[in-house]
Antibody
């Protein structure tokens, strides 16, 4: 079945960087974009951006512009999200999720939903 | 950014009874192709979110038909025809029309 396995929990100091991985299985990895979404304690879900894992094209939320980098390794069917200059407000659970409509473009991700989610990775900045 | 507002934020429901959650967006979610780019997710306790509804009213694979989505433009509704114990959790709406994609605050459904 289609599933994502994310890397384990991280504890980081303010100012450091964190890199979270998301390994996919059960489908053709390069056919679907991957989104990253985070959930800080007591806050609503927050979309961070997407990556087309086949060609590396990305779109990031302006909130994270300059601090986030999304990459992929197609040989390992793995997507990565790196967040730098960490601060306490970045303490959250980070999720990867598949774009149900395939690849994304600057104008659209086709609206078919984030149809498969990883189990989440807890990042604590303290 | 498009602001998503849900109501109610807390929803106690008796099993077997219907439930309804409202989601409003600060801008129309109607795409030029005629589809509304509005999605519903359920996050069960201790789990990741799961997709329930996309394009406003299309049920995701495996979602029971007691869940239905309706609405267009800026006003949307998720309805559960008969709530079951397994439906407890937090329901989120999300707009996927325009980056940054944005979520509602969440509606916590609990069993009375």
């Amino acid at each position: 079945q289609v599933q994502f396995v994310q890397s384990g929990a991280e504890v980081k100091k303010p100012g450091a960087s964190v890199k979270v991985s998301c390994r996919a299985s059960g489908y053709t990895f390069t056919n679907f974009a991957i989104h990253w979404v985070r959930q800080a304690p007591g806050q609503r879900l927050e979309w961070m951006g997407w990556i087309n894992v086949g060609n590396g094209n990305t779109e990031y939320s302006q909130t994270f512009q300059g601090r986030v980098t999304m990459t992929s390794d197609t040989s390992a069917s793995t997507a990565y999200m790196e967040l730098s200059s960490l601060r306490s407000e970045d303490t959250a659970v980070y999720y990867c999720a598949r774009n149900g409509g395939g690849d994304c473009y600057p104008s659209t991700c086709y609206g078919y939903g984030l149809d498969v989610w990883g189990q989440g990775t807890t990042v604590t900045v303290s | 950014d498009i602001v998503m507002t849900q109501s109610p934020l807390s929803l106690p429901v008796t099993p077997g009874e219907p439930a309804s959650i409202s989601c409003r967006s600060s801008q129309s979610l109607l795409h030029s192709n005629g589809d509304d780019y509005l999605e519903w997710y359920l996050q069960k306790p201790g789990q990741s979110p799961q997709l329930l509804i996309y394009l406003g009213s299309d049920r995701a694979s495996g979602v029971p038909d007691r869940f239905s989505g309706s609405g267009s433009g800026t006003d949307f509704t998720l309805k559960i025809s008969r709530v079951e114990a397994e439906d407890v959790g937090v329901y989120f709406c999300m707009q996927a029309l325009q980056a940054p994609f944005t979520f509602g605050q969440g509606t916590k459904l609990e069993i009375k």
